[in-house]
């Protein structure tokens, strides 16, 4: 999959059968869209494109509103699409003068000028330009004119799109990641880098990674305990992970406890890929208590992993 970043240096794709979105998680109502635009790609000898945005346009056209959660970041989600065969991703870089166009510069000035779309597979509620003026009737009233055909995802279809991003995001949100994972068609996973908490793990034998979270508009799963794999270089380990606040109260914490490993990892990236949440989070009476329920949390997560 070719990814450009840079709308000044697109090359003319090759038939181009396209469609636009955010993908958000990419999850399994996404890739039913990506293989039928692979479909008719292939149809007609040419290329397929996904257009997507970056930052989200929400984050531009509304900076206030810090209510946005995404289910993957834009380099996630590049990992994600790399596996289901597509042949271009376009990432828009998304500013205040590319919303203001009117729906007829993005259809002329961008859609056309830099895409070149021989097909484009949309669903039957796209809006574009200055204040969403745009949608799929405008788009086909100049089907002849500019020579593409438009492709309507019917709203059947989009509304199932729509109910499994909200399911993904409300079930991640309260700890049901089995679920969330079946959406999704992938595990749910979050990346960050590692840095220093108080240690306290360390002096009860369950020694934990501060894993701080790399974008405050991840979708953070809900406070409890996980059996999550952490993928470190290149190699996957089995971990029990707890996330929560920390003792003033302020952010939420994400203490990972990687099993069979020993290693100085501060300042360094991991990935996180959920499996299963076992517990909720609980009140100890003091250190040995604590210790005591973290040796039966790592028994229940070892059992996870050899169910799965």
């Not at 998680?25 to 945005?53: C, D, K, M, P, Y």
């Not at 828009?92 to 007829?104: G, L, M």
């Not at 990674?209 to 809900?222: G, T």
């Amino acid at each position: 999959m070719n990814v450009f970043r840079d709308l000044d240096t697109l090359p003319k794709f090759q038939n181009a059968v396209v469609t636009i979105g955010s993908y958000d998680g990419v999850h399994s109502g996404h890739q039913e869209i990506l293989r039928r635009v692979n479909r008719r790609a292939q149809q007609i000898n040419g290329e397929s494109v996904l257009v997507t945005f970056h930052p989200h346009p929400r984050l531009v056209v509304n900076p206030d509103d810090d209510s946005l959660r995404l289910i993957t970041l834009l380099e996630e989600k590049i990992a994600l699409l790399r596996q289901y065969e597509l042949d271009n991703l376009v990432v828009v870089p998304f500013t205040k003068a590319f919303s203001q166009q009117t729906p007829d510069e993005y259809i002329r000035n961008f859609l056309v000028d830099k895409i070149h779309p021989q097909k484009i597979v949309i669903g039957y509620d796209h809006r574009f330009g200055n204040k969403r003026a745009g949608n799929i009737e405008y788009l086909k009233k100049f089907e002849k004119e500019l020579g593409y055909k438009v492709e309507e995802i019917e709203k059947q279809e989009v509304d199932d799109i729509v109910v499994s991003s909200t399911k993904i995001r409300n079930n991640i949100e309260a700890g049901n990641i089995r679920t969330a994972t079946a959406l999704l068609n992938h595990p749910f996973s979050l990346s960050g880098k590692v840095v220093r908490g108080k240690q306290r793990g360390s002096q009860i034998g369950f020694p934990t990674a501060n894993v701080s979270v790399a974008s405050r508009h991840k979708i953070i799963p809900a406070n409890g305990v996980y059996a999550a794999k952490i993928h470190y270089q290149g190699k996957v380990y089995q971990s029990m992970l707890n996330i929560g606040r920390s003792l003033n109260n302020e952010n939420r914490t994400v203490e990972v406890n990687i099993f069979d490993f020993n290693q100085d990892i501060y300042d360094q990236e991991l990935t996180i890929e959920f499996v299963q949440r076992t517990r909720n989070t609980m009140r100890f009476s003091g250190l040995e208590a604590l210790k005591k329920q973290l040796a039966e949390d790592k028994k229940t997560a070892l059992k996870v992993f050899n169910k799965a």
